[in-house]
């Protein structure tokens, strides 16, 4: 398919912004095009300036020449406006695909004046609904937090979108606009399944006796503190009441040989299905799913990869990750 004009000028203004986290507006990364107000000021100016020659008015030179002025001065205040200012990305985490992603900026302005009407925009999408702006004022000598979104298409690991910022400040006849590249890449996790079905039974750890062995009786080995995961049945209620009533919230659980020697796998293989990007929809929907539960699990991927079991946010982000970055 070839390539319009417009888009390999895009592409070339893209490829001299190097990729960075933080950016200071200056003259070699601002630029100034007139904006269609501009234009149609422009023309105005022409046939002001005609009519004034053809009838040798006074006053239409002085009309032409002070719009002329002011829109030149309009030119030199609409720079000052955008340069000088410090973008710095503040914050982007990881998300799933096909959910909007936000990432949040910090304007910076060290000098002392304020700047008026300034936007920010996807650079994809700058030029598709109005809508798609953020625009804010930043005080002298302070800053101001703006926040973007976007919605990733694919998992993995991806640079953040190029950011366009623009200023039309003060008259409007001139767009000051500049690009910025954040350099900082983000997981995008698999998008995970809408109606998962429930999570897969816990299976002996390799090495132990098996269900049926460690199933005989009600027999248990002591007991231990609780951990998010054990099931309610273990819980030991006569020490638990008696914790309450010292005003102790610490659970105590019975230690089962089936507790100890059982495990929650989320296992490729569990989950039945032969399409690769459904099974690990699926299984990032489990994890979310044992994450909420407050179970302790590993993660069994489809390459053979294993994650050791473990709980807790860091232990489902490392979880995502991995499946984000499955081949």
Same mark, same amino acid.
């Given at each position: ?24 507006? !200056?003259? $070699?990364?601002?630029?100034?095009? +007139?904006?269609?107000? #501009?234009?149609?000021? *422009?023309?105005?100016?022409? @046939? =002001? ?94 800053? !101001?937090? $703006?926040?973007?979104?976007?919605? +990733?298409?694919?998992? #993995?690991?991806?640079? *953040?979108?190029?950011?366009? @910022? =623009? ?161």
């Amino acid at each position: 398919m070839p390539v319009s004009p417009a888009a390999r000028i895009r592409r070339w203004i893209l490829a001299r912004q190097p990729r960075t986290d933080q950016l200071t507006l !200056t003259q $070699a990364n601002v630029y100034i095009l +007139p904006s269609r107000a #501009g234009w149609a000021l *422009l023309l105005t100016l022409l @046939v =002001l300036l005609v009519a004034a020659i053809n009838y040798q008015l006074k006053l239409g030179y002085l009309l032409t020449f002070l719009l002329a002025g002011s829109a030149a001065a309009s030119m030199i205040v609409g720079h000052a406006n955008l340069r000088g200012l410090r973008l710095q990305l503040q914050g982007a985490g990881g998300g799933f695909a096909h959910a909007p992603l936000s990432m949040r900026i910090m304007l910076g302005n060290p000098g002392r004046g304020r700047r008026w009407g300034i936007g920010l925009a996807l650079h994809e999408a700058a030029k598709a609904r109005p809508g798609d702006w953020t625009w804010v004022d930043v005080p002298e000598q302070s800053g !101001t937090p $703006a926040e973007l979104a976007f919605t +990733p298409r694919q998992r #993995g690991l991806h640079a *953040l979108p190029a950011v366009q @910022v =623009l200023t039309r400040y003060p008259l409007g006849a001139f767009k000051v606009w500049a690009i910025w590249r954040p350099q900082t890449r983000v997981w995008i996790y698999p998008a995970p399944e809408a109606h998962p079905p429930p999570l897969p039974e816990a299976s002996p750890e390799s090495g132990g006796q098996g269900h049926a062995a460690v199933r005989s009786g009600d027999e248990f080995d002591g007991v231990r503190a609780y951990r998010p995961g054990d099931s309610l049945k273990l819980v030991v209620w006569k020490k638990a009441a008696q914790a309450f009533a010292t005003g102790s919230h610490q659970l105590i659980s019975r230690d089962r040989p089936y507790a100890s020697q059982h495990r929650l796998w989320l296992d490729a293989r569990a989950t039945g299905l032969h399409d690769p990007e459904a099974c690990l929809s699926r299984l990032a929907a489990w994890v979310l799913l044992a994450q909420q539960q407050g179970h302790t699990w590993g993660l069994r991927l489809p390459h053979g990869q294993e994650i050791a079991p473990d709980s807790g946010a860091a232990h489902a982000t490392r979880c995502l990750e991995a499946l984000a970055a499955c081949p």
